[in-house]
C-alpha cells in the first residue's frame, strides 16, 4: 500500500487513450530492465577486464583507461547520430509509418559508415599525439598507443552495432541489443583470458592481447546486430540496397537532433578529457584508483542508462500518437522507478566499499583511495541517474540542444575547474583530505546535482513537447 502510493504519478492529465499507470510501469519495465541487465552485466564484464589487465600492474591499468576519453572523441560523431536515429525511429513508430522508420536506419547507417571509416584513420594515424595529450606517460605511453590502434580499426563494425541497437531501442526491442552485446563482451572476456597471460597455446601479448580481444568482441556484436535486423519478420529490417538513398524531411529530423547530440558530445569529452588529464598529472597510483572507482560505479549508471532507454523510446512513441501529457507521466515514471533502484546501489557501494577494491589490486594506498571515494560517490548516486534519465527522455522528445547546453556549463566548464581545485590548491594546502584520490568524486557529485536540477526544470516547462521531427 505504501509502495502503490510512492509510485502513483499525479499531476498529470492523461489522455483518454493513455495505458493505465500500472500499465505504463510495466512498459516501462519491460524495454527498460533488458537495458538495466545489458548495462550491468557490461559493467561486470569491463571489470573483469580491468582485473585482468590489472594483473600486470597499475601502469596498465592506467594506459587502458587513458585510451578511454580519446576512443569516446572519435565514436561522438556517431553517437550523435545514433542519437538522432534512436528519436526519429521512436516517432515514426508512433505515427505508425514503418516505411519512415526503416528510412531513418538506412539513412543513418550510411553516414555513420563514412564517418567511422574516417575516424578509424585519423585514430590510427595520431595515437601518439592523442595519448600524449590523455595524459599518457613514460609508464603508460607506449601500450596506450597500440592498445588504441588496434580498436581504432575495429571502430567500422562498432558504428554499425550502435546504430542499429539505437533503432532496436527506439521500438522497444531492447532484448536484442542485450543479447548482441552480452556476447561481445563474453567474447572479449574469453579473448583476454587467452591472450593477455597466454592460455591454451595462445601467445602472452599483454595490453595487446586486451586490445584484439575488444575488437573481436565489438565485430561480433556488430554481427550479431546485422542477423537480426536483416529478419523480414522485424518491424525494422535491413535492406544493403537501401543504403545511400536520402530523402529531406528524414535528413533534416537526423541533423537536427543529431548535431545537438554531437555538441553535447564535444562538450563532455572536452569535460572529461580535461578531467582525465588533471587526475593523471597526480601521479600513476591516483589515476589507476579513479579507473577502478570509474569501473564499479559503472554499475550505478547502468539503472539510470536502462530506464532511459525506455523513457526515450516511450516519449518519442506517444509525442508521435500525439499524447503530450503521457510521455510527460512516462518520464516521471521512470524517474520514480530510478529513484528506487539508487538507494539500492548506494548501500550496495556502503556496505562493500573496502571489499570491492581487492578485485582489482592489492596495493594498499589503491585500495584506501578506492574505499575513501565510494563514501563520496553515494551522495551522488540519485542525482547521477535522475540527469541520465531527463536527459534521455529529452533527447527522446527532439530536445537534444538543451542537454547539450547543461553539458556544456557543468561538465566542460564548472566540473574540470571543481577537479583542478580540489586536487591541486586544496589538496596542497589540506593534504589530510586525501582531496587528489576523492576530488574528482567531490566534482562529480557536484556536477551530478547540477545537471539534475536544470534538466527537471526543462522536463516541467514541457517546451519539449512541441518540437516536431
Given at each position: ?99 519512415g522508420a526503416n528510412a531513418c536506419l538506412h ?91 597466454g592460455h591454451f597455446g595462445f601467445p602472452a ?265
Open positions: 500500500m505504501i509502495i502503490s502510493k510512492l509510485l502513483k504519478i499525479r499531476g498529470i492529465e492523461w489522455e483518454d487513450s493513455a495505458p493505465s499507470q500500472e500499465e505504463l510501469y510495466k512498459l516501462c519495465l519491460k524495454i527498460a530492465w533488458p537495458a538495466v541487465v545489458e548495462g550491468m552485466l557490461l559493467s561486470i564484464i569491463n571489470s573483469i577486464d580491468t582485473m585482468m589487465v590489472g594483473s600486470m600492474g597499475s601502469a596498465a591499468i592506467a594506459a587502458v583507461g587513458l585510451t578511454g576519453q580519446p576512443r569516446m572523441i572519435l565514436l561522438m560523431l556517431i553517437q550523435s547520430m545514433c542519437a538522432g536515429t534512436t528519436a526519429v525511429v521512436a516517432r515514426r513508430r508512433g505515427e505508425e509509418d514503418q516505411k539513412q543513418s547507417l550510411t553516414i555513420v559508415t563514412l564517418l567511422a571509416l574516417i575516424m578509424a584513420t585519423l585514430g590510427y594515424v595520431l595515437a601518439v599525439p592523442f595519448m600524449r595529450f590523455a595524459g599518457a606517460n613514460k609508464d603508460t605511453l607506449d601500450m596506450a598507443v597500440t592498445y588504441f590502434r588496434i580498436i581504432c580499426l575495429a571502430l567500422p563494425a562498432n558504428a554499425w552495432s550502435l546504430c542499429i541497437c539505437a533503432g532496436m531501442r527506439a521500438v522497444g526491442k531492447t532484448k536484442i541489443t542485450m543479447i548482441a552485446n552480452i556476447t561481445a563482451n563474453l567474447v572479449n572476456v574469453c579473448g583476454n583470458y587467452l591472450l593477455i597471460g601479448l599483454g595490453v595487446k592481447g586486451a586490445a584484439i580481444a575488444t575488437a573481436c568482441g565489438t565485430i561480433v556484436s556488430s554481427l550479431i546486430a546485422i542477423f537480426f535486423a536483416c529478419r523480414k519478420s522485424g518491424y525494422l529490417r535491413l535492406k544493403l540496397t537501401s543504403l545511400g538513398r536520402f530523402d529531406k524531411h528524414t535528413m533534416h529530423s537526423l541533423v537536427s537532433v543529431g548535431t545537438s547530440a554531437a555538441a553535447e558530445s564535444v562538450f563532455l569529452r572536452i569535460g572529461f578529457l580535461i578531467n582525465n588529464k588533471l587526475i593523471a598529472g597526480i601521479g600513476t597510483t591516483a589515476f589507476a584508483a579513479n579507473q577502478i572507482v570509474q569501473q564499479i560505479t559503472s554499475l550505478s549508471f547502468t539503472v539510470g542508462d536502462g530506464l532511459a532507454t525506455a523513457g526515450s523510446a516511450l516519449v518519442g512513441q506517444n509525442l508521435g500518437a500525439n499524447r503530450k501529457n503521457t510521455a510527460h507521466g512516462i518520464i516521471r515514471i521512470v524517474r520514480r522507478i530510478s529513484v528506487f533502484t539508487s538507494v539500492v546501489l548506494i548501500i550496495a557501494f556502503f556496505l562493500l566499499r573496502d571489499a570491492m577494491p581487492l578485485l582489482f589490486t592489492k596495493e594498499a594506498v589503491v585500495i584506501s583511495g578506492v574505499s575513501l571515494s565510494f563514501i563520496v560517490v553515494c551522495f551522488g548516486v540519485i542525482p547521477q541517474n535522475g540527469r541520465v534519465v531527463y536527459a534521455g527522455c529529452l533527447r527522446g522528445a527532439g530536445d537534444a540542444r538543451y542537454v547539450a547546453i547543461c553539458a556544456l556549463l557543468s561538465v566542460a566548464i564548472v566540473r574540470p575547474l571543481l577537479t583542478y581545485l580540489f586536487c591541486y590548491p586544496i589538496n596542497r594546502a589540506l593534504p589530510a583530505l586525501q582531496m587528489a584520490i576523492v576530488g574528482p568524486w567531490t566534482s562529480f557529485v557536484i556536477d551530478a546535482y547540477i545537471r539534475d536540477f536544470l534538466l527537471h526544470r526543462r522536463v516541467e516547462s514541457g517546451h519539449w513537447m512541441h518540437i516536431r521531427l
